[in-house]
């Protein structure tokens, strides 16, 4: 793992550890939201990611976020604000730039970035007020300043958190400092946007013939601007090579997906792009199990076989499904049964920074032994269930069991464990009872037919 650097610039690889496993399927790209056409301009010279303009201000965060089929891509990993902003404490300089760590609204409410954007930086990591208005003066900032104890102020940043975090979207704030504490903003300057967040040219230089000495007010202010812009899309773009683990948080969780998979098949695979889409989730990890504690038989095909087969399983998912899915053969290369509790504890030692962003897949059925399970309390100390209906279980019997399983355990949330998604018939038995008598079960993907026929898998060979 290459050690991390401090350098707005710098790039980080995705990580490849024993837990993590390799990549099958690469999250979508985020999407860079700018309020003025200047800075999506300026980023489109410096960075590669999709981007747009939103105009100025809180209510065209609103409606960007309700007009959302119109993004350039539909279903970003993360969304990132990136824009200038200005300066309300005298330590910040103009056209430094910032990672946004906390962003205030003007009545003291908070939000706290959940990106852990560990290795990578920009000057500073700053806390940001969003004001309703242009602030003008240095007064204005200094009170400003005074009330919110905030670094940066500018007019979007809380509302576009706030937007995000309600789309189920992970997100960060970059800002460059276009005018300090000290510094007057020419009253004019208030006239130069258009409701898009372009600029009015004719009215700019409207502006300066009235008032020639205006032109030299705004030379130092556009070129604070472009040296902001142009180190903060750098640091913008760098979070697009952040690994989609560093995008995991409590509410953007990492997901386990532990079984057999002997053999996987498409329900399995359509099951975990629909908990994803549930719980926002950026990652999920599928680890097929060496030996399940719970089951008096050990899988048919071997470790390699089923390894390869989640492969072809899991790779081809559907545009809907944004995060990353990675594959692991840790509980595969582990000796003894494959207790999940091992396997987070182990996930965590290699990334502590994960610690409450884990949750890992359990049918409904599963979930009622899950008091027989190795160190069942440890488990649920360091990760959080995400309960999948199985049927013929109806949604309200599995609602009552993790009412009672929570009152009599002292899990107050166990309720919200249960995913709402449709209850789903996962047979691993029928497909190989079918291939058995010699049939190819529908549920089984092209890509993993090939597998089972090319290895004679469950009988295939002796019946063909």
């Given at each position: 793992?290459?050690?991390?650097?401090?350098?707005?610039?710098?790039?980080?690889?995705?990580?490849?550890?024993?837990?993590?496993?390799?990549?099958?399927?690469?999250?979508?790209?985020?999407?860079?939201?700018?309020?003025?056409?200047?800075?999506?301009?300026?980023?489109?010279?410096?960075?590669?990611?999709?981007?747009?303009?939103?105009?100025?201000?809180?209510?065209?965060?609103?409606?960007?976020?309700?007009?959302?089929?119109?993004?350039?891509?539909?279903?970003?990993?993360?969304?990132?604000?990136?824009?200038?902003?200005?300066?309300?404490?005298?330590?910040?300089?103009?056209?430094?730039?910032?990672?946004?760590?906390?962003?205030?609204?003007?009545?003291?409410?908070?939000?706290?970035?959940?990106?852990?954007?560990?290795?990578?930086?920009?000057?500073?990591?700053?806390?940001?007020?969003?004001?309703?208005?242009?602030?003008?003066?240095?007064?204005?900032?200094?009170?400003?300043?005074?009330?919110?104890?905030?670094?940066?102020?500018?007019?979007?940043?809380?509302?576009?958190?706030?937007?995000?975090?309600?789309?189920?979207?992970?997100?960060?704030?970059?800002?460059?400092?276009?005018?300090?504490?000290?510094?007057?903003?020419?009253?004019?300057?208030?006239?130069?946007?258009?409701?898009?967040?372009?600029?009015?040219?004719?009215?700019?230089?409207?502006?300066?013939?009235?008032?020639?000495?205006?032109?030299?007010?705004?030379?130092?202010?556009?070129?604070?601007?472009?040296?902001?812009?142009?180190?903060?899309?750098?640091t913008a773009d760098a979070l697009g090579c952040l690994d989609a683990t560093s995008r995991c948080s409590a509410q953007n969780p990492l997901l386990l997906y532990g079984g057999s998979?002997?053999?996987?098949?498409?329900?399995?695979?359509?099951?975990?792009?629909?908990?994803?889409?549930?719980?926002?989730?950026?990652?999920?990890?599928?680890?097929?199990?060496?030996?399940?504690?719970?089951?008096?038989?050990?899988?048919?095909?071997?470790?390699?076989?089923?390894?390869?087969?989640?492969?072809?399983?899991?790779?081809?998912?559907?545009?809907?499904?944004?995060?990353?899915?990675?594959?692991?053969?840790?509980?595969?290369?582990?000796?003894?049964?494959?207790?999940?509790?091992?396997?987070?504890?182990?996930?965590?030692?290699?990334?502590?920074?994960?610690?409450?962003?884990?949750?890992?897949?359990?049918?409904?059925?599963?979930?009622?032994?899950?008091?027989?399970?190795?160190?069942?309390?440890?488990?649920?100390?360091?990760?959080?269930?995400?309960?999948?209906?199985?049927?013929?279980?109806?949604?309200?019997?599995?609602?009552?069991?993790?009412?009672?399983?929570?009152?009599?355990?002292?899990?107050?949330?166990?309720?919200?464990?249960?995913?709402?998604?449709?209850?789903?018939?996962?047979?691993?038995?029928?497909?190989?009872?079918?291939?058995?008598?010699?049939?190819?079960?529908?549920?089984?993907?092209?890509?993993?037919?090939?597998?089972?026929?090319?290895?004679?898998?469950?009988?295939?060979?002796?019946?063909?």
């Amino acid at each position: 793992m290459p050690s991390p650097t401090s350098t707005s610039s710098s790039h980080v690889f995705a990580r490849e550890t024993a837990a993590l496993g390799t990549l099958l399927r690469t999250a979508a790209p985020p999407l860079v939201m700018c309020p003025l056409g200047f800075e999506r301009h300026t980023f489109t010279r410096f960075g590669k990611l999709p981007s747009m303009t939103t105009g100025v201000g809180a209510d065209n965060i609103r409606d960007a976020f309700a007009q959302r089929h119109r993004w350039p891509i539909t279903d970003p990993s993360m969304v990132i604000l990136l824009g200038t902003c200005g300066a309300l404490s005298r330590e910040v300089r103009a056209g430094s730039d910032h990672l946004v760590r906390e962003v205030r609204a003007i009545d003291g409410r908070t939000l706290r970035s959940p990106l852990l954007a560990r290795g990578i930086s920009s000057e500073q990591e700053s806390t940001i007020v969003e004001s309703p208005t242009v602030m003008h003066c240095v007064t204005q900032k200094r009170e400003l300043h005074e009330a919110s104890r905030a670094q940066l102020v500018d007019m979007e940043s809380f509302t576009f958190a706030q937007c995000a975090i309600d789309a189920g979207l992970p997100w960060a704030v970059v800002r460059g400092v276009s005018d300090d504490a000290t510094h007057t903003l020419p009253a004019e300057c208030a006239g130069f946007l258009d409701a898009r967040g372009e600029t009015r040219i004719a009215r700019v230089l409207a502006s300066i013939i009235r008032r020639p000495r205006l032109a030299l007010e705004l030379v130092p202010l556009a070129r604070n601007a472009r040296r902001a812009m142009r180190h903060a899309s750098f640091t913008a773009d760098a979070l697009g090579c952040l690994d989609a683990t560093s995008r995991c948080s409590a509410q953007n969780p990492l997901l386990l997906y532990g079984g057999s998979f002997d053999p996987p098949h498409t329900r399995h695979a359509t099951m975990l792009e629909e908990a994803m889409f549930a719980l926002h989730a950026p990652c999920a990890i599928v680890m097929p199990t060496a030996i399940n504690p719970l089951k008096s038989d050990t899988p048919r095909a071997d470790a390699s076989a089923r390894l390869a087969m989640c492969a072809a399983n899991f790779s081809h998912t559907s545009a809907s499904c944004a995060g990353e899915i990675r594959l692991s053969a840790l509980e595969l290369t582990r000796e003894g049964p494959s207790y999940t509790v091992d396997t987070v504890q182990q996930l965590l030692n290699e990334c502590p920074e994960l610690k409450g962003a884990l949750r890992f897949l359990v049918g409904s059925d599963a979930m009622r032994e899950l008091t027989r399970w190795h160190r069942w309390r440890d488990l649920l100390m360091l990760a959080t269930p995400a309960v999948v209906l199985r049927a013929p279980e109806t949604r309200d019997a599995a609602m009552a069991f993790l009412g009672e399983f929570g009152r009599e355990n002292g899990f107050a949330d166990s309720t919200s464990w249960l995913l709402p998604l449709d209850a789903i018939e996962v047979s691993s038995t029928h497909a190989r009872e079918s291939i058995a008598r010699g049939e190819r079960p529908s549920e089984i993907a092209d890509e993993v037919w090939r597998e089972i026929s090319r290895r004679g898998l469950y009988g295939f060979v002796a019946t063909h």
